[in-house]
């Protein structure tokens, strides 16, 4: 595979070949699943040295682009999977101490434009997915650890019926930063009423087609929960409940 | 150091001291800038093979969370980039050929949210940057390259002034992969005048302090940035026009 890199320009050799092996991928003239040519094919046949093409290949690796099998030294192409790395975006945000505000904030843009999109979008399956989980709910009253799980559940099906996959990834690292707040204030106030309610709500919108009906339901939901938050005396202007971190 | 780890788990050792080590940095136990104890330490302490402390410590050089000079052995803890990691997130968005409906849909979330909380919060500095934009936006009616980086700055400095870093990190990706289309728009219609008018309301409502006029203009613009598209004959449910890439 012949690439167009030049000697005499500023960037180092093995960035230009790993921007131009990127361009093919996102190009789609290198698919996901392909074979990519050999380390002393590109080095042959675009005179550089391997140890060049090794640096190039390293890089794309990194980014998720090349995948090697174990152990082995075939490379493929690989599509770098959108939601384990959105999800990625946890660590420096706990790292930086984001507080529940500033997340909240975050999933108030996103799941109210969510609701919106599932009420243009939905089809049967999505509501029979919600319709399930609403009726899970109603037999989890007295259970706030299974509500907080139905609740993810609930906001991630709304996701899913938006058909939006930005909007869809997006929301990943909020989530994981928003619920063990949620815990605690399902613990602590007795919440679980006025949160099927909403649910409800929302969902009936969404089957009707009402788009600003669902999205406002979604954002009184939203901000329930914000003065669930602050009745349960947690400083909405600090640190986030730390999530149990997961190794990603 | 001495970590809790179990020969007997379900889950590799490797992994179990990859995330003992990952719990210690999200706690701020061991600081950004800190020296890692070496690795004949840590496996001596910890009574492991040397070459599980390599497999995870890889493990979290991979996230981002350790960091080791060029050539040298020494590792220090670091902090991954939020914002280099968000738009890592451009490149399967891409490959999975998302349509500019699904970005329009994120930004037209997350925007307005920036909007009504820098009307919250804004500062003196921030509208003395923000009057400048609108400033050199005037200077550069007849030029349509000047006018998308001034609007790309424009909704950046709203996200500064919104003074959320979630929000602030999220919204990257969908920008970087934005304003392709938005040039496409810029350079076939003639929308400079209203892009300064819209620019112009939000701002007064941002000094103002009214964050539901400032967040009800940013939406106003937002959709007529999306009628632009149809108008400029582009298609709203196709893959969005592929910005440039840049090696990240």
């Known amino acids: ?14 960035r230009q070949l790993a921007q131009a092996l990127k361009q093919k991928i996102l190009s789609g003239e290198l698919q996901p699943g392909a074979r990519m040519p050999a380390e002393t094919a590109l ?4 005179g550089i ?4 093409v090794r640096e190039a290949i390293r890089a794309l690796e990194q980014q998720g682009l090349l995948y090697r099998e174990e152990g082995k030294r075939k490379l493929f192409v690989s599509r770098p999977d959108t ?19 500033e997340i909240w904030e975050a999933i108030r843009a996103l799941d109210p434009a969510a609701a919106e999109a599932a009420a243009n979008r939905r089809n049967v399956e999505d509501l029979a997915a919600l319709d399930d989980n609403i009726a899970r709910t109603k037999a989890a009253m007295g259970d706030p650890d299974a509500l907080v799980r139905l609740d993810i559940e609930f906001h991630e099906l709304i996701a899913l019926a ?12 909020i ?31 969404i089957k ?4 600003d009906e669902a ?23 600090g640190p986030a409940v730390l999530p149990k971190m997961q190794d990603r």
Not at 49 to 52: G, K
């Open 215 to 237: 999205k406002e339901w979604m954002i009184k939901h939203l901000n329930d929960f914000r003065k669930g938050y602050e009745l349960a005396s947690l400083d909405i202007t």
């Open 43 to 46: 080095a042959g046949e675009n």
């Open 208 to 211: 009707w087609g009402d788009a």
């Open 83 to 101: 939601e384990a790395l959105s999800r990625r975006l946890v660590t420096p945000m706990v790292m930086n101490r984001v507080t529940f505000e």
């Open 1 to 14: 595979m012949k690439l167009d890199l030049d000697n005499t320009a500023d960037q180092p050799v093995f």
């Open 175 to 205: 989530s994981d930063l928003f619920y063990p707040s949620f815990q605690t204030v399902m613990t602590s106030l007795n919440a679980s009423e006025r949160l099927l309610a909403a649910h409800e709500k929302i969902l009936q919108a």
């Open 162 to 173: 938006a058909d939006n996959r930005v909007i869809k990834s997006l929301r990943l690292p």
């Open 49 to 52: 040295h391997r140890s060049t």
